[in-house]
């Protein structure tokens, strides 16, 4: 299954991706609004140790998003958490280069992902962890049919507060 359409296409992670990862972990403008763990820049080194971590585990996997058109890497999406028996998975996206932010890149990738789950993982259910004060990315999930489950209150500490987390989830069409 190709997973690409007529303006991105999503690629498995490799080694030469983590400068982008370190970069867009570093850059604490992206990563308050995408991490749910506590903000501490990265080496390169740590960010090696982490994708090569993340290799071992079987219940995630990373894509990086490219730009059909120049070729660009501009985010990437993952999955974790797969789990077989209830057919679900989390998923997660991140524009990091800023310049595409707000056209329409994250919800290609979301709906090739959700293409994929569905049809290569069975996957029947898909959720999602957005920080309350991620209005961009709780519209994009809105937009792209998925609903609120329930929201944790206080739950992440950024930035001096916490924050609630909003859980949302959509069932994938033809999946029940």
């Given at each position: 299954m190709l997973l690409a359409n007529?303006?991105?296409?999503?690629?498995?992670?490799?080694?030469?991706?983590?400068?982008?990862?370190?970069?867009?972990?570093?850059?604490?403008?992206?990563?308050?609004?995408?991490?749910?763990?506590?903000?501490?820049?990265?080496?390169l080194d740590e960010e090696l140790n982490w994708f090569r971590r993340k290799l071992a585990d079987e219940t995630c996997r990373y894509f990086m998003i490219e730009e059909l058109d120049t070729g660009q890497t501009i985010g990437f999406i993952s999955y974790s958490g797969l789990d077989y028996r209830n057919r679900k998975v989390l998923l997660s996206v991140v524009i990091g280069d800023c310049s595409?932010?707000?056209?329409?890149?994250?919800?290609?990738?979301?709906?090739?992902?959700?293409?994929?789950?569905?049809n290569e993982l069975n996957v029947r259910k898909i959720t999602v962890q957005i920080?309350?004060?991620?209005?961009?990315?709780?519209?994009?999930?809105?937009r792209q049919g998925y609903t609120i489950e329930g929201e944790l209150k206080k739950e992440?500490?950024?930035?001096?507060?916490?924050?609630?987390?909003?859980?949302?989830?959509?069932?994938?069409?033809?999946?029940?």
């Amino acid at each position: 299954m190709l997973l690409a359409n007529e303006m991105i296409r999503l690629r498995v992670m490799e080694e030469q991706d983590i400068q982008h990862i370190c970069s867009w972990h570093n850059d604490y403008a992206t990563t308050r609004m995408t991490t749910l763990s506590t903000f501490i820049p990265r080496t390169l080194d740590e960010e090696l140790n982490w994708f090569r971590r993340k290799l071992a585990d079987e219940t995630c996997r990373y894509f990086m998003i490219e730009e059909l058109d120049t070729g660009q890497t501009i985010g990437f999406i993952s999955y974790s958490g797969l789990d077989y028996r209830n057919r679900k998975v989390l998923l997660s996206v991140v524009i990091g280069d800023c310049s595409y932010r707000g056209k329409g890149m994250a919800a290609q990738a979301l709906q090739l992902m959700e293409s994929f789950a569905e049809n290569e993982l069975n996957v029947r259910k898909i959720t999602v962890q957005i920080l309350a004060f991620n209005e961009p990315s709780l519209r994009l999930f809105s937009r792209q049919g998925y609903t609120i489950e329930g929201e944790l209150k206080k739950e992440i500490y950024r930035e001096g507060a916490y924050h609630d987390l909003v859980i949302l989830s959509k069932f994938i069409e033809g999946s029940c």
